[in-house]
Nanobody, 124 residues
Framework: QVQLLASGGGLVQAGRSLRLPCATS????????MGWFRQAPGEEREFVAA????????YYADSVKGRFTISRDNAKNTVYLQMNSLKPEDTAAYYC?????????????????WGLGTQVTVSS
């Protein structure tokens, strides 16, 4: 079955960087659009970043644009989220997602496949 395993979270100071890998199995990664979402305590899960199957196109939430970079290595069955200049408001559990799509409003809608989250905590 499809498995998505996000890792790399931790406690970091504001301004520092983290890289989150999402290791996948049970799917042909090149066939799936991949994304990252996050959920802070008491908040709804929100879109962070997405990358198309080819890797040519990427999309970002306004709150992370210019600081986060999503990438993929289909040969390694892994998707990455590079997070730079972290802020306390980036504190959340981060989830890897497969098979997202864009609705008629061009909003990224998560697909059916979710991995377990990895916690990122940014201290001020």
């Amino acid at each position: 079955q499809v498995q998505l395993l996000a890792s790399g979270g931790g406690l970091v100071q504001a301004g520092r960087s983290l890289r989150l890998p999402c290791a996948t199995s049970g799917l042909t990664l090149s066939s799936y659009a991949m994304g990252w979402f996050r959920q802070a305590p008491g908040e709804e899960r929100e879109f962070v970043a997405a990358i198309t199957r080819s890797g040519i196109n990427t999309y970002y939430a306004d709150s992370v644009k210019g600081r986060f970079t999503i990438s993929r290595d289909n040969a390694k069955n892994t998707v990455y989220l590079q997070m730079n200049s972290l802020k306390p408001e980036d504190t959340a559990a981060y989830y890897c997602n497969a098979d997202w799509y864009r609705n008629r409003d061009f909003k990224v809608v998560p697909g059916a496949y979710w991995g377990l989250g990895t916690q990122v905590t940014v201290s001020s």
